[in-house]
């Protein structure tokens, strides 16, 4: 019982596709651009993406097609454990939900 999504952590550029869900972005080893699949006909389709790696280097999210998210062409990621999750309303993405970073103290935020 309950909800089941799936979950990838990915350590280099990479587009999204449909069965993706939740995408942890590990930049330790240089900055990395997850891209979004076109929002055009995939109204409602979630996606929650996160940084997880304590580098400097940031992961992107970027879209496809001059698509934006909540008015821009990509949004960035550069804190540990920061996220956001996005969701398409058929022609362009909205953040519905941001993850908040640790403040660098462990088990505080």
């Known amino acids: 019982s ?3 999504a799936t979950i ?3 350590t280099a550029n990479y587009t999204l596709t449909t069965t993706d869900f939740t995408v942890l972005g590990n930049a330790a080893g240089g900055a990395i651009t997850l891209t979004l699949p076109t929002a055009v006909g995939a109204s409602g389709q979630i ?10 280097n940031v992961v992107t999210i970027a879209t496809t097609s001059a698509q934006t998210i909540d008015g821009q062409s990509s949004y960035s990621l550069s804190l540990q454990y920061a996220g956001v999750q996005v969701q398409s309303t058929n022609s362009n993405w909205v953040i519905i939900n941001m993850i908040p970073a640790r403040n660098g ?3 505080t935020f």
């Open 2 to 4: 309950g909800v089941y």
């Open 8 to 10: 990838a952590t990915k």
């Open 47 to 56: 996606y929650t993406i996160k940084k997880t790696d304590s580098s400097a």
């Open 105 to 107: 103290t462990a088990g």
